[in-house]
T-cell receptor, first 114, second 112 residues
Framework: ETGVTQTPRHLVMGMTNKKSLKCEQH?????MYWYKQSAKKPLELMFV???????ENNSVPSRFSPECPNSSHLFLHLHTLQPEDSALYLC?????????????FGSGTRLTVV | GESVGLHLPTLSVQEGDNSIINCAYSNSASDYFIWYKQESGKGPQFIIDIRSNMDKRQGQRVTVLLNKTVKHLSLQIAATQPGDSAVYFC???????????FGKGTTLSVSS
């Protein structure tokens, strides 16, 4: 365990479903991130939260909706996804944003959209 | 746009050999660099980092070299072991940046 826990580990959903991914960290970090990892592509930054405030939305489609109720929890709400959204979704946290702060990653949620 | 990339998608070595994984970056404003290791079924794990005011940093069996002149970063693994088999990513961040930007990754395969 890295200290960042993601649930569920695997998720299969239809294109009309609504589901949520959950991320939890108890490292005392103030910044949390969502990354998308597709085959043969670099990790793509999706969202950044710093002290519960969203500081970056990397042109992510509105069918992905993040929520950060507190510094320890981060959600990614999914609705009307497309098959090309199938990927590994990784959550990470760091002490704060900016250079010099390494990230701790969770194990990811493997999402399959059918 | 700015990007971080790796020279080779795969690297195969024999157990006991030294491994060198390379990464080229294009953002001259990058200030902080990290190497991550990702094993199958797991998220990326921190290996070693380096700031732009350094050109070398050593850890346990790993060394990171930074050449700012040619914007090149490398990870050296000494006496490579089968447990080192994984995908290795470099990542960078600007001083005023928000989040790490990752390269594509190099798959290291270690045979006994």
């Amino acid at each position: 365990e890295t200290g960042v826990t993601q649930t569920p580990r695997h998720l299969v959903m239809g294109m009309t479903n609504k589901k949520s991914l959950k991320c939890e960290q108890h490292l005392g970090h103030n910044a949390m991130y969502w990354y998308k990892q597709s085959a043969k592509k670099p990790l793509e930054l999706m969202f950044v939260y710093n002290f519960k405030e969203q500081t970056e939305n990397n042109s992510v489609p509105s069918r992905f909706s993040p929520e950060c109720p507190n510094s320890s929890h981060l959600f990614l709400h999914l609705h009307t996804l497309q098959p090309e959204d199938s990927a590994l979704y990784l959550c990470a946290s760091s002490s704060r944003t900016g250079a010099g702060y390494g990230y701790t990653f969770g194990s990811g949620t493997r999402l399959t959209v059918v | 746009g700015e990007s971080v990339g790796l020279h080779l998608p795969t690297l195969s070595v024999q157990e006991g050999d030294n491994s060198i994984i390379n990464c080229a970056y294009s953002n001259s404003a990058s200030d902080y660099f990290i190497w991550y290791k990702q094993e199958s079924g797991k998220g990326p794990q921190f290996i070693i980092d380096i700031r732009s005011n350094m050109d070398k940093r050593q850890g346990q069996r790993v060394t990171v070299l930074l050449n700012k002149t040619v914007k090149h970063l490398s990870l050296q693994i000494a006496a490579t072991q089968p447990g080192d088999s994984a995908v290795y990513f470099c990542a960078e961040n600007e001083q005023a940046g928000t989040a790490l930007i990752f390269g594509k990754g190099t798959t290291l395969s270690v045979s006994s």
